[in-house]
Every structure is written in structure tokens, then in C-alpha cells.
């Protein structure tokens, strides 16, 4: 299964705006969505948004709604997720993932998912 290949996070103090992005090397996206997973210590994973390469829709958790923005370069085949006004609440392991829409939206189940990146931790505190 090829891997998807996150870079950025970090620790940021609330109301920062780090960035993340993905890429999907010799990964055919066109009939999926890329976007990202959270997941806390002790909790299941949570879609967080997905933009679709099909048809370029794009979806939003609502507890990132208004703060979180998806975007992809499809000539690049990445994907980038440009997050502000960060909450404490926001704290996770934030996980790139390729996969159709419903899988990011609907109860989380694994087996949905194509590809995965292996994660990046972004911690929001003062």
C-alpha cells in the first residue's frame, strides 16, 4: 500500500494557524477524496475535513468549521490544510488519508480507507 507523505505541525499556542500538507506520490486520486483524521489518546479517530479530486467538493468536521481550510494542487496531486484560531480542543495526532468522501463523514471504519499518511502531531497550548 503506498504511503502518504504529511509534513507539517507542531506546537503552536491557541489562536496559531500551522499548516499541513500531504502528497500522494504514484497515488491515482481521481475518483477519491484526500483529507485528514484526528485521533486523541484514549478516543477513536475523527474525519476532520476532505476535498474531492472527482468533483471538488469539500467537507468540514463542525467543530473545525469556519477555522479549518482544505485545499489541493491536483498537477502536484497534494493536498494542504491551512488551520487557525487553534484550540486547546484541537490537540491530536492529525492523519492524511486518501479514500472516498463517505469515509471521512460516516462512522469511522478503516477498511474505507485507500492510503494513509503516518501522522503528525499538532499540540495547542500556552
Known amino acids: 500500500q503506498l504511503q502518504l507523505v504529511e509534513s507539517g505541525g507542531g506546537s503552536v499556542q491557541p489562536g496559531g494557524s500551522p499548516r499541513l500538507s500531504c502528497a500522494a506520490p504514484g497515488i491515482t486520486l481521481k475518483y477519491y477524496a484526500i483529507g485528514w483524521f484526528r485521533q486523541v489518546p484514549g478516543k477513536g479517530r475523527e474525519g476532520v475535513s476532505y476535498i474531492s479530486y472527482f468533483d471538488d467538493s469539500i467537507w468540514y468536521a463542525d467543530s473545525v468549521k469556519g477555522r479549518f481550510t482544505i485545499s489541493a494542487d491536483k498537477a502536484k496531486n497534494t493536498a494542504t490544510l491551512q488551520m487557525t484560531s487553534l484550540k486547546p480542543e484541537d490537540t491530536a495526532v492529525y492523519y492524511c488519508?486518501?479514500?472516498?468522501?463517505?469515509?471521512?463523514?460516516?462512522?469511522?471504519?478503516?477498511?474505507?480507507?485507500?492510503?494513509w499518511g503516518h501522522g503528525t502531531q499538532v499540540t495547542v497550548s500556552s
Open positions: 488519508a486518501v479514500g472516498p468522501p463517505l469515509a471521512f463523514v460516516g462512522p469511522y471504519d478503516p477498511q474505507g480507507l485507500r492510503h
